[in-house]
């Protein structure tokens, strides 16, 4: 049976929307057409569109098929990313600078788009001012993954706070978040994974009207289903998703696998 014949199967918990497509390709491109007609629609009752991209593995798929596509407002974007590592230098394999230039900002011509500089002197003062661009920015839009232990952004189940009065803030990385990068091949090993970085905090990622969240990849399945079912805590940062008013979250075949049981 061909992936086009194949039923996307639709899932509920609270307000959030999870769709199981028939592949890592077919989930990242019906989020980056559901993304398309978001921009779409902004751009014509605003000048600006203010949109938060993620980085990582979970992307891939999401940001070719997006940058792919013709005739989007890209000119009328200014781009932001979510995070970024302490201490990494931009052409790093691991910045996330380095991969919004290499899979977003090389491809598409944005009005503009704002790094964010891990390797700068005083990194509190770095997402301070980065928080202060964003809020002035107001991001409509956010693309989004869920980390391994349940993180977004970096707001890893030890420092996330659904409550955190600040915008954007320096956290430390948990083990089981480092070793998700080294198993992605961000690293050559955990060792060397940085042990902090700057993130935009949930509540910032929350206020953005739409989110919409890649989730493919077998190492996602167990995080998805406690996503989907744990009680709402920041044990698990991103069942917090389930009370925003419009999010979809984009599976494949194996991120959705421990749903089966459940469905």
């Not at 398309?36 to 991209?53: E, N, P």
Request: hydrophobic share 45%; glycine share 6%; with cysteine.
């Amino acid at each position: 049976m061909s992936e086009g014949t194949v039923q996307t199967r639709h899932l509920r918990a609270g307000f959030l929307k999870a769709e199981v497509h028939p592949s890592r390709a077919a989930a990242g491109l019906a989020a980056a057409r559901a993304a398309a007609t978001a921009l779409t629609g902004l751009a014509a009752t605003r000048d600006s569109i203010g949109v938060i991209f993620a980085t990582g593995a979970s992307q891939f798929a999401t940001l070719a098929a997006l940058t792919s596509m013709g005739n989007l407002p890209w000119s009328q974007v200014r781009g932001f990313h979510m995070d970024e590592y302490v201490g990494i230098a931009a052409d790093h394999p691991a910045s996330f600078r380095r991969y919004m230039r290499e899979r977003l900002v090389s491809k598409v011509r944005m009005n503009e788009f704002f790094e964010m500089d891990g390797n700068a002197p005083d990194p509190e003062n770095t997402a301070q001012e980065y928080a202060e661009r964003l809020h002035a920015a107001d991001p409509q839009l956010c693309l989004l993954g869920i980390g391994e232990n349940g993180h977004l952004a970096f707001n890893d189940p030890g420092v996330a706070d659904f409550t955190d009065p600040v915008d954007a803030k320096i956290v430390r990385l948990d083990d089981v978040c480092r070793q998700q990068q080294a198993a992605e091949g961000w690293f050559a090993g955990v060792d060397e994974v940085a042990e902090s970085a700057i993130t935009l905090t949930i509540p910032t990622l929350m206020r953005v009207p739409k989110l919409i969240a890649s989730v493919p990849g077998i190492r996602k399945a167990a995080i998805v289903k406690r996503t989907l079912y744990d009680p709402i805590s920041t044990a698990c940062p991103a069942t917090i998703l389930r009370t925003h008013p419009d999010v979809t979250v984009y599976l494949d075949p194996e991120s959705a696998s421990a749903l089966d049981e459940l469905s």
